[in-house]
């Protein structure tokens, strides 16, 4: 075996755990006491949960506060176990937003083996192969394309459901994908450390024989993220982001792609390009952290591919214009959209996307508190948006009803301004296609929901659901800044967390709309509308046979064109199976023309001076494309 020589600092696990005995039992004690009021007081599923999942945090917590009332400095249990127990009561809820995140030294670090293990099918058989190794790191007859078939004596298929039932998953697609995931690569901010200090690893290698490989876990510090969810901010507000696959996909580009770690959200543009991809082709991103898009080569066709790394950006809409003008360069008559393993983000962004792929307005997903006297005092302080950072106004007089009436939840409303979900409109007119898997998660659930409910085209997913988190997610330290701005109010619950401790909850519930309006995203998620398991060329090979499938479901389907110019009088329309044309100048009706050719003229007095022209295009009566011009 060779030790991998990647420029990742790292130590053993054992040497680390050395280091990680900081609590005292008043801080313990103290830390049980704030959950109990983010479960009690805060906390949006709570009724769900215990409806679905059979399970009484709240009551959990209660025991736990009285044994550790009992301790003394002297009798306390060891750390390690104190945080397992808080951890699993909130595991126990199976909410990937609602985390009990461990201290220093765990705070921003990461436990990982020197390899990465993903499944695939051969018919209705699951296997496990090695795909990844750290850069420099070998045994015999290992690597990539070999067969797992133990870990640690168990049956690999056996140990990945253990592994599974200790997380947070909303639904046995996810828990199973999440417990894969951890297999190999943990973030220790999120969970508790591994069990074991070393793994004994059996395999079928390169040459067909049969080993084991035994290797210790390592600890290593994690790239940081982008947004600063802890402050306030309209991205710290509008945060739905699954923090563990946050904090793996960090991970993964450190550990096994460097070259997509960027200081900074968005890189300068001076290398980027204006020309189209060619097939097969990537384009040059300024956020590589965000995207990679290129054009794939399929037996059905070449398509533009964009993979979606995440949503947790600080500036939602460089976020969209990027997208924008990545989707230009590829090929237009289809798209293969790519959110795969996207634990989620800024809200605003997820909703913000959807627009530039259909005609029809967005309706961004309402969204509820639960009603409690904590919810309404922090909702009536930012009443009136006095911080200019968030404006709770809209769900006070449900509230306020709610302590007379009962009701459970206060009224539904969004988070994302529907002016900003509708500001820059259709921008891409072939056929979409969505990927999605079980670790897509949060504002990408929002995201995959809003794709289905607004019928921009079909999912394909590789696996039975989404990850089903249908919500908002805030911080402690953001609940506890909240109550004081603008200035601070008297008797607040919240109280310092020790060590540099935190916690997360979920705060408020997001719900679908259009033909499934009201019924909420979390723990149901997404259902996608075409299944593909993953075979071995997908997990060795590039995505090859998912991606060809994505090509079959884009094949035949229609490629429109809608093309506006503007004169001082007059619009010109280009298009492509558009048989009518509707133009508003300003939001008003200028003029309805039945389309008979490509190139289209239309009297449209006072078109150059109007801020906003928007140009609607039907065939059969159906709305089938729109383009949004703002001229000045």
Not at 159 to 188: C, E, K, W, Y
């Given at each position: 075996m060779t030790e991998p020589t990647s420029g990742v600092a790292k130590q053993e696990l054992d040497d680390f755990l050395r280091t990680a005995d900081k609590l005292t039992l008043d801080d313990r004690r103290l830390l049980v006491q704030q959950a109990l009021v983010l479960i009690e007081q805060n906390y949006v599923h709570l009724?769900?949960?215990?409806?679905?999942?059979?399970?009484?945090?709240?009551?959990?917590?209660?025991?736990?506060?009285?044994?550790?009332?009992?301790?003394?400095?002297?009798?306390?249990?060891?750390?390690?176990?104190?945080?397992?127990?808080?951890?699993?009561?909130?595991?126990?809820?199976?909410?990937?937003?609602?985390?009990?995140?461990?201290?220093?030294?765990?705070?921003?670090?990461?436990?990982?083996?020197?390899?990465?293990?993903?499944?695939?099918?051969?018919?209705?058989?699951?296997?496990?192969?090695?795909?990844?190794?750290?850069?420099?790191?070998?045994?015999?007859?290992?690597?990539?394309?070999?067969?797992?078939?133990?870990?640690?004596?168990?049956?690999?298929?056996?140990?990945?459901?253990?592994?599974?039932?200790?997380?947070?998953?909303?639904?046995?697609?996810?828990?199973?994908?999440?417990?894969?995931?951890?297999?190999?690569?943990?973030?220790?901010?999120?969970?508790?450390?591994p069990d074991e200090s070393w793994v004994v690893l059996t395999y079928v290698g390169q040459d067909g024989i049969r080993r084991e490989l035994s290797e210790t876990w390592r600890v290593s510090d994690n790239l940081p993220p982008f947004v600063n969810a802890d402050e306030l901010s309209v991205a710290a507000t509008a945060q739905g982001l699954d923090l563990g696959a946050d904090e793996i996909s960090r991970a993964l580009k450190l550990l096994y792609v460097p070259e997509a770690v960027t200081p900074q959200e968005s890189l300068g543009g001076a290398e980027l390009t204006a020309e189209p991809a060619e097939a097969g082709a990537d384009i040059p991103t300024s956020m590589p952290g965000f995207f990679r898009a290129r054009s794939v080569v399929t037996p059905s066709g070449t398509f533009g591919h964009i993979r979606v790394f995440s949503f947790s950006v600080n500036d939602p809409d460089a976020f969209v214009r990027e997208f924008v003008r990545l989707i230009g360069l590829l090929p237009q008559n289809g798209l293969i959209l790519d959110v795969r393993d996207n634990g989620g983000g800024h809200i605003f962004a997820s909703e913000f996307l959807l627009q530039t792929l259909t005609p029809r307005p967005i309706v961004p997903e309402p969204t509820q508190f639960i009603t409690t006297n904590l919810n309404l005092r922090i909702c009536r302080q930012h009443q009136e948006n006095p911080t200019g950072q968030i404006d709770l106004g809209p769900w006070c007089p449900s509230m306020e009803q709610a302590l007379e009436t009962g009701a459970v939840y206060s009224g539904a409303f969004s988070i994302t301004p529907a002016d900003g979900a509708n500001a820059i409109g259709q921008q891409y007119f072939g056929p979409v296609v969505l990927i999605t898997n079980a670790l897509c998660y949060s504002a990408t659930d929002i995201f995959a929901g809003g794709f289905q409910d607004h019928q921009i085209g079909k999912i394909l997913g590789t696996d039975d659901n989404t990850g089903a988190g249908g919500a908002n997610v805030w911080t402690h330290d953001l609940l506890k800044l909240l109550l004081e701005l603008p200035s601070p109010a008297s008797g607040s619950p919240y109280q310092p967390l020790p060590g540099g401790a935190g916690m997360r909850v979920s705060i408020r519930r997001t719900l679908r709309v259009h033909d499934l309006a009201g019924t909420p995203v979390e723990d149901l998620g997404v259902v996608p509308d075409f299944r593909h398991r993953m075979t071995r060329k997908d997990v060795l090979q590039g995505n090859e046979d998912l991606l060809a499938k994505a090509g079959e479901i884009l094949s035949g389907q229609p490629v429109r064109r809608l093309d506006v110019q503007v004169s001082a009088a007059q619009v010109t329309l280009t298009t492509a199976l558009v048989d009518r044309a509707d133009i508003y100048l300003d939001g008003r009706p200028t003029a309805s023309v039945d389309v008979t050719q490509q190139v289209t003229t239309v009297p449209a007095p006072g078109a150059g001076s109007a801020h906003v022209i928007r140009v609607e295009g039907f065939q059969g009566g159906e709305l089938v494309a729109a383009r949004t011009i703002l001229p000045r």
């Open positions: 009724p769900l949960k215990a409806a679905m999942h059979a399970v009484n945090p709240v009551q959990r917590l209660r025991l736990l506060a009285v044994r550790l009332s009992r301790q003394t400095p002297q009798t306390m249990d060891p750390e390690w176990r104190f945080h397992a127990d808080l951890s699993e009561i909130f595991h126990s809820v199976r909410d990937l937003h609602t985390n009990y995140l461990l201290p220093q030294p765990f705070s921003g670090k990461i436990a990982f083996l020197p390899y990465l293990i993903e499944e695939h099918y051969d018919g209705e058989r699951r296997h496990y192969v090695v795909t990844r190794t750290l850069q420099d790191f070998s045994a015999p007859g290992f690597g990539p394309g070999v067969e797992v078939t133990h870990w640690n004596g168990i049956p690999i298929d056996r140990a990945v459901d253990i592994n599974a039932s200790r997380f947070a998953g909303s639904n046995p697609a996810a828990r199973h994908a999440r417990g894969l995931q951890s297999m190999t690569i943990r973030p220790l901010r999120v969970h508790v450390p």
